[in-house]
C-alpha cells in the first residue's frame, strides 16, 4: 500500500505582536526572522514601517524580544539601518540564523537599479549590535532580488530568494546560490519557475523551504491566481518536491491563509507565522502536518 504523504495545514493563527502598541499610529511588520538565542530567549527581526504600505521608505529593521515563542514580546530598538554609503536603498526580508557560536544576518538591501539589487550579509555575537560584511553584497540580482533564506542541505548552505526570471523581468522564480563558506557563492540557478510573468511583486516572495520527513517544502506566495484577488495577499502556496532544488507548480499540496510565512520549530513542535501590510502585526499558529493533499 502507498504510504500517503504530509500535507502542512495551519490551525488558528493567534496575533502574538503588534509592533504599533502605545504608540500613537499603527505599525506593521512584513517579511521577517524569529530565532531564539544561545540562552533560549526569542527574538524577532522584520520590515516595519507605520502603515499603510510604505516599502520604499522601509529603512529600519526591527527587532523585538520574548522569553518564549508566544511572549510576552517587548519592542526593541531598530538593528539596523539603511547605510547609503554601503548602497542600500532600503531593507528588506531579514533571515536570521546561528552558525559557530555567532549570528548571521542575510537581506535585501535593494539598490539604485533594480535588475541589480544587493542581497546583503550582516554579523553579530548578541542580536543586537551587527555588523555588515566588510567586501559588501554578497551578490547582486534582479528583478529587485529580494527575500533570502538560508538552509543547510546535505554538504552545503543553499541561499533562497526571490527574482525574476531575467535580471530585467519575466518569469517571478525562486533563484537559489550555494556556498560551503557563506563567503563565495555559485553562480544563480532555479528552484521554482512560476507561471506568472511581471517585474514588481509575483507569486514568488517570502521564499522559505523546510525539510519534513523525506521531502522538501517551498512555502511561497502571494498564491499564483490568487495573488490579485482581495484576499490573495494572505495566501501561502505550499510545494513538495523530493529535491530542495526542484519544485514545480504541479507540485502544489497546500494554501495557507498566510502573508510572509516563516516556518518555527519551538516546544517540539512546527509553527508558522502571519505578517504584512495592515495585518496588524506577527501572527502564530500551530503547523499540522497531515496525511492527505488539500489545495
Do not use: K
Not at 12 to 22: A, H, K, L
Not at 42 to 49: A, D, N, Q, R, S
Not at 182 to 210: C, K, N, Q, Y
Amino acid at each position: 500500500m502507498r504510504r500517503a504523504e504530509s500535507v502542512p495545514l495551519a490551525g488558528p493563527f493567534t496575533r502574538i505582536y503588534d509592533p504599533g502598541e502605545g504608540l500613537p499610529d499603527a505599525w506593521y511588520i512584513n517579511d521577517h526572522s524569529l530565532i531564539r538565542d544561545y540562552s533560549g530567549s526569542w527574538h524577532l527581526f522584520g520590515i516595519t514601517h507605520r502603515e499603510p504600505a510604505a516599502p520604499e521608505d522601509e529603512r529600519v529593521f526591527a527587532h523585538a524580544t520574548a522569553p518564549e515563542l508566544h511572549g510576552p514580546w517587548t519592542r526593541r530598538p531598530p538593528c539596523l539601518t539603511a547605510d547609503p554609503d554601503y548602497g542600500e536603498t532600503h531593507l528588506w526580508a531579514p533571515h536570521v540564523i546561528a552558525h559557530e557560536g555567532v549570528y548571521l544576518m542575510v537581506y535585501a538591501g535593494g539598490g539604485y537599479e533594480p535588475d541589480s539589487a544587493a542581497i546583503n550579509l550582516a554579523y553579530s555575537t548578541d542580536l543586537v549590535e551587527w555588523t555588515r560584511r566588510g567586501d559588501g553584497p554578497l551578490f547582486r540580482d534582479g528583478y529587485e532580488a529580494r527575500d533570502p533564506m538560508l538552509l543547510w542541505v546535505d554538504d552545503r548552505w543553499v541561499l533562497y530568494y526571490c527574482a525574476t526570471e531575467d535580471p530585467a523581468g519575466g518569469h517571478h522564480v525562486v533563484a537559489y546560490r550555494t556556498s560551503v563558506d557563506l563567503e563565495h557563492w555559485s553562480g544563480r540557478r532555479i528552484a521554482f519557475r512560476s507561471d506568472r510573468a511581471g517585474t514588481v511583486g509575483g507569486d514568488t516572495e517570502s521564499p522559505f523551504v523546510v525539510r519534513h520527513g523525506r521531502h522538501f517544502y517551498l512555502f511561497v506566495g502571494p498564491c499564483g491566481a490568487y495573488a490579485d484577488t482581495e484576499d490573495g495577499y494572505t495566501c501561502t502556496a505550499v510545494y513538495r518536491s523530493d529535491s530542495a532544488y526542484r519544485f514545480t507548480p504541479a507540485d502544489i499540496v497546500s494554501r495557507i491563509p498566510a502573508h510572509a510565512a516563516e516556518v518555527v520549530h519551538a516546544e517540539g513542535r512546527s509553527w508558522i507565522t502571519h505578517a504584512g501590510w495592515g495585518q496588524g502585526g506577527v501572527h502564530l499558529a500551530r503547523l499540522n502536518w497531515s496525511a492527505g493533499l488539500s489545495v
